[in-house]
């Protein structure tokens, strides 16, 4: 079974268009291989409003959000992680319209010495004034967003419930386009499969990523994206059938149809398989898994 992915959406920058009767989009002119489209703010309710990814800190975006929010105030903006295609313009739509900004911040920054660039950046300095990575709701007239801690993708990930709606915001946790990049050591698999199953389990109707267009057929698209992590992890533990090997040595092996110059980012994604089989016992490795470490079945 392969992911049933979405990639045709009407849209223009900058526009903001009604697409649930809750909710409004309004997409940043920043496409690229990480953002797709570009970055799809989300505005929900009406006359009080929640504004969720914001986006990269656009001036011309900033201008679009609070175009399409004229005549009506901001109480919430949203965010669902760090990155820096999400987080950057909440600071200055603060200073625009006062609201409070939810989310989860990094516990700590992690350094990547791997060279390879795998996501659009970071916001390093993201600080919600209200923390929700335990949970929590906001709430306007008319609307609900439960915070559900998703961590995987990176580890402070949110996804948001909009119950009213039975929908969720899902950021870059789950994407129509694309699967989602995880790599250590801010991603994690174990935990982002068991936030894929999170999801799953509470059946939503719509999703709405932070890029391309809604996920509708729900249930059977979390159990592609599922299907497609353990077809990944089941190659590797084929290939280590044959004899311990190191990530460089394998990447070539089981990524040969894929171009080469996407080599390294597949060995990043290699390495948070292979984190996730020596936690649980599958694997071994010499020392500490990381990225030059030899791997053999347990």
């Not at 940043?28 to 009080?48: A, D, K, M």
């Not at 109480?75 to 600071?91: E, F, K, N, Q, Y």
């Not at 386009?177 to 059946?203: C, E, H, K």
């Amino acid at each position: 079974m392969g992911i049933p992915y979405v990639r045709q959406l009407d849209f223009a920058y900058g526009r903001c268009d009604q697409v649930s009767p809750l909710i409004r989009r309004v997409i940043c002119n920043n496409p690229g291989p990480f953002t797709y489209l570009g970055t799809g703010t989300y505005i929900v309710g009406r006359g009080e409003a929640a504004v969720i990814d914001p986006g990269p800190d656009d001036p011309a975006h900033l201008e679009a959000i609070l175009g399409a929010l004229e005549g009506e105030r901001v109480t919430a903006i949203v965010i669902t992680h760090h990155h820096a295609d999400h987080s950057p313009l909440a600071a200055p739509l603060k200073a625009r319209t006062g609201a409070p900004i939810y989310g989860c911040a990094v516990a700590r920054h992690e350094a990547d010495d791997s060279g390879v660039r795998m996501e659009a950046g970071h916001d390093l300095g993201f600080r919600p004034d209200v923390s929700l990575c335990g949970g929590g709701e906001v709430k306007g007239p008319g609307w609900t967003l439960e915070a559900i801690p998703t961590p995987g993708h990176t580890s402070n990930h949110l996804c948001y419930a909009l119950p009213e709606e039975n929908a969720c915001f899902t950021g870059d946790h789950i994407m129509g386009w694309s699967t989602t990049v995880i790599t250590p050591p801010d991603g994690d698999m174990t935990d982002y499969l068991a936030s894929l199953q999170r999801i799953r389990a509470r059946g939503f109707a719509t999703l709405w990523p932070t890029h391309g267009p809604p996920i509708r057929g729900v249930g059977a698209f979390i159990d592609a994206y599922l299907e497609h992590r353990q077809e990944r992890i089941d190659q590797i533990l084929g290939a280590l059938k044959t004899g311990p090997a190191t990530i460089s040595e394998l990447v070539p092996r089981l990524y040969a149809d894929v171009d080469a110059k996407l080599w390294p980012a597949a060995s990043r994604s290699m390495l948070a398989a292979m984190i996730h089989l020596v936690r649980e016992g599958r694997l071994k490795a010499d020392g500490e898994p990381g990225p030059n470490g030899q791997y053999r079945l347990a």
